[in-house]
Every structure is written in structure tokens, then in C-alpha cells.
């Protein structure tokens, strides 16, 4: 967000998850006033009017209402399962690495991996984070909610 003050487009039909990156910043969303911190999630229907106010870079997810989703900021090396249909990862800063299923995956700053994950079979997932590194996980599945 490059204003001071921008409304979000209307969206009818999808939900939004909005993760500010560089600093806080205030959304007001349905006249009801949300203050996010740094790395906080918020998700939203993208139906309804929003409105953010302060400066910031932000990650955000636009997806259809038939499908759940999550969306966390990494900070540490780690590993993860995910059943997820797909999953995406978006490097924030710096050089991170990224083994998928014993396949390793380089992402230099803003790059985007996408995991299609098809048979919804628990795949794991092994970051390589350090230097204060950032990276922004993405989960979707379509139809019930998952953990």
C-alpha cells in the first residue's frame, strides 16, 4: 500500500488474507477499525468495503469462497506437513531454501514457488531460513477446512 489512504476493490464472491510486512497499518473493514501489527493474518470477505490507512508493504491472498485458506509469515528453519491442494511459498527478503519432498528449491527475494499438490498427500515441507530471513507460506484446499 504506496497511499496513505486506499479502498480495497470490491470482490464479491472471494475472501482476502491481507499480512502487512513492513510495518503495522489500520484497515477499517465494515466500519469496524482493525490495527495490525507487523506479520499479523487478517482475513476478510472481499465483498465488504475496506479500507486501509498508513503506509506499508503487504502480502495478501485473493481466493475463491469455496476454498479454505491460511497464510503465515516463517521466521526459522522448520518443517511442516500439508495436505494442501496447493501451496505456495513467497520469499519476503533474502536467499532462502526450500526442500519439497527431498527436491531442493532456491528463492532469491520476491520469488514465488507454487506447489500443486493434486493427490492431497502429506507432503513435507524443510526451510532454510537465517540472516533474519522472511518467507510467506500460502495453504488452499478446496471444500472442508483443514489444520
Same mark, same amino acid.
Given at each position: 500500500?504506496?497511499?496513505?489512504?486506499?479502498?480495497?476493490?470490491?470482490?464479491?464472491?472471494?475472501?482476502?488474507?491481507?499480512?502487512?510486512?513492513?510495518?503495522?497499518?489500520?484497515?477499517?473493514?465494515?466500519?469496524?477499525?482493525?490495527?495490525?501489527?507487523?506479520? +499479523?493474518?487478517?482475513?476478510?470477505?472481499?465483498?465488504?468495503?475496506?479500507?486501509?490507512?498508513?503506509?506499508?508493504?503487504?502480502?495478501?491472498? !485473493?481466493?475463491?469462497?469455496?476454498?479454505?485458506?491460511?497464510?503465515?509469515?516463517?521466521?526459522?528453519?522448520?518443517?511442516?506437513?500439508?495436505?494442501?491442494?496447493?501451496?505456495?511459498?513467497?520469499?519476503?527478503?533474502?536467499?532462502?531454501?526450500?526442500?519439497?519432498?527431498?527436491?531442493?528449491?532456491?528463492?532469491?527475494?520476491? +520469488?514465488?514457488?507454487?506447489?500443486?499438490?493434486?493427490?492431497?498427500?502429506?507432503?513435507?515441507?524443510?526451510?532454510?531460513?537465517?540472516?533474519?530471513?522472511?518467507?510467506? !507460506?500460502?495453504?488452499?484446499?478446496?471444500?472442508?477446512?483443514?489444520?
Amino acid at each position: 500500500m504506496e497511499l496513505a489512504e486506499s479502498t480495497f476493490t470490491l470482490l464479491k464472491g472471494f475472501n482476502r488474507i491481507l499480512i502487512p510486512t513492513k510495518q503495522g497499518i489500520t484497515l477499517l473493514n465494515n466500519s469496524k477499525r482493525h490495527n495490525l501489527k507487523l506479520e +499479523e493474518s487478517f482475513y476478510f470477505n472481499g465483498g465488504e468495503q475496506t479500507t486501509s490507512i498508513g503506509k506499508s508493504e503487504d502480502v495478501n491472498l !485473493i481466493y475463491q469462497s469455496q476454498w479454505h485458506a491460511s497464510m503465515q509469515v516463517m521466521k526459522e528453519s522448520s518443517k511442516i506437513f500439508s495436505t494442501a491442494e496447493f501451496v505456495g511459498i513467497f520469499s519476503l527478503n533474502g536467499s532462502n531454501e526450500v526442500l519439497v519432498d527431498q527436491e531442493r528449491v532456491k528463492l532469491l527475494e520476491k +520469488e514465488f514457488l507454487l506447489i500443486k499438490n493434486f493427490s492431497m498427500e502429506k507432503l513435507l515441507l524443510e526451510f532454510s531460513l537465517d540472516n533474519n530471513n522472511r518467507i510467506v !507460506i500460502f495453504k488452499l484446499k478446496k471444500g472442508k477446512a483443514y489444520g
